[in-house]
Nanobody, 123 residues
Framework: QVQLVESGGGLVQAGGSLRLSCAAS????????MGWFRQAPGKEREFVAR????????DYADSVKGRFTISKDNAQNTLYLQMNSLKREDTAIYYC????????????????WGQGTQVTVSS
């Protein structure tokens, strides 16, 4: 089992920045990749970014490329999402997820999930 706890969400004005964190515990050595997803009211959960735990290879949704940066601290078992130039459409609950196998951009590929943290961007 892998336990994930997100933090760092909040209210920010458009154009501002936030940094999300995800602390992982449990069988973290078995983790192959971790990712961030988000879900806005009335919408499906969507991929934001992912990173492989060993090689650090990254992948981003087109909507956040150039604005968001995913990173990790293996020693601290912590995943980050630096969000810059935030837009109102970035408003959502952001979830951290982990997989021990194939990752990709589909939420179905991720077995472990955090409880989510709310990000609200005001105009």
């Amino acid at each position: 089992q892998v336990q994930l706890v997100e933090s760092g969400g909040g209210l920010v004005q458009a154009g501002g920045s936030l940094r999300l964190s995800c602390a992982a515990s449990g069988r973290t050595f078995s983790t192959y990749a971790m990712g961030w997803f988000r879900q806005a009211p009335g919408k499906e959960r969507e991929f934001v970014a992912r990173i492989t735990w060993i090689g650090g290879n990254t992948d981003y949704a087109d909507s956040v490329k150039g604005r968001f940066t995913i990173s990790k601290d293996n020693a601290q078992n912590t995943l980050y999402l630096q969000m810059n130039s935030l837009k109102r459409e970035d408003t959502a609950i952001y979830y951290c997820a982990a997989t021990t196998g194939y990752s990709g951009q589909s939420p179905r590929n991720y077995r472990y999930w955090g409880q989510g943290t709310q990000v609200t961007v005001s105009s």
